[in-house]
């Protein structure tokens, strides 16, 4: 079974720019979660979609952060403009069921360095 | 008060080796326990799964729940090199997180030495 995909593995970039990260679940998955991990951190949820819908976004700084699952299958998680504090690891991650119920698997992440 | 605490390490320890890690957490409403292991450059990969107090064992590992005290344990017995990793202890009010998603401590970082 394919695990959860993302890509970029990395992506350096220079403060007050745009950076997009994308994610594939595994396939079937009905939830899907981004997590931020800073250095030293643990993971720390930024938004849940159960399909396409979004079930919590109350940690998303939404000045900044945007995320979308079109289809209920792919998502992708932009920051526009991204500050130094946004540099750390961002984990997509998903489980099957459709009320956040089950297991979660995570992806290898995309390391983001704001310069 | 942090709502997990978890010691960052590093913990060093000789190949064979019993290994101790532990968590302690505020909130009293958790119930499911989980225990990630995490190699550099990977997302965390789960290693145990429990659901209130009690202990479950599975292979080398065992995890303790307390809810009484707070307190989670992961024991990983005849330790091997190939299970230095950071390890995550992660909880929530809902099997899978729920709404609100998984609360994790910072990680412990563990070292086997051969």
């Known amino acids: 079974e394919a695990g959860v995909a993302q890509s970029p593995r990395y992506k350096i970039i220079e403060k007050r720019q745009s950076v997009a990260f994308w994610c594939n679940p595994i396939?079937?998955?009905?939830?899907l979660y981004w997590y931020q991990q800073i250095l030293g951190q643990g993971p720390k949820l930024l938004i849940q979609?159960?399909?396409?819908?979004?079930?919590?976004d109350s940690q998303l700084p939404k000045d900044r952060f945007s995320a979308e699952r079109l289809k209920g299958v792919d998502s992708t998680l932009k920051i526009q403009p991204a500050k130094l504090e946004d540099s750390a690891v961002y984990l997509c991650?998903?489980?099957?069921?459709?009320?956040?119920?089950?297991?979660?698997?995570f992806g290898s992440g995309t390391q983001l360095s704001v310069l | 008060q942090k709502e997990v605490e978890q010691d960052p390490g590093p913990l060093s320890v000789p190949e064979g080796a019993i290994v101790s890690l532990n968590c302690t957490y505020s909130?009293?409403?958790?119930?499911?326990f989980m225990w990630y292991r995490q190699y550099s450059r990977k997302g965390p990969e789960l290693l145990m799964y429990?659901?209130?107090?009690g202990n479950k064992e599975d292979g080398r590992f065992t995890a303790q729940v307390d809810k009484s005290s707070k307190y989670i344990s992961l024991f990983i017995r005849d330790s091997q090199p190939s299970d230095s990793a950071t390890y995550l202890c992660?909880?929530?009010?809902?099997?899978?997180?729920?709404?609100?998603?998984?609360?994790f401590g910072k990680g412990t970082h563990l070292i086997i030495q051969p």
């Open positions: 991650a998903s489980s099957l069921d459709a009320w956040g119920n089950e297991k979660l698997f």
């Open positions: 396939s079937g998955h009905a939830t």
């Open positions: 979609f159960q399909n396409n819908g979004v079930v919590d």
């Open positions: 909130n009293s409403a958790f119930q499911y």
């Open positions: 429990t659901y209130s107090s």
């Open positions: 992660a909880m929530s009010a809902f099997p899978g997180g729920g709404a609100d998603g998984l609360t």
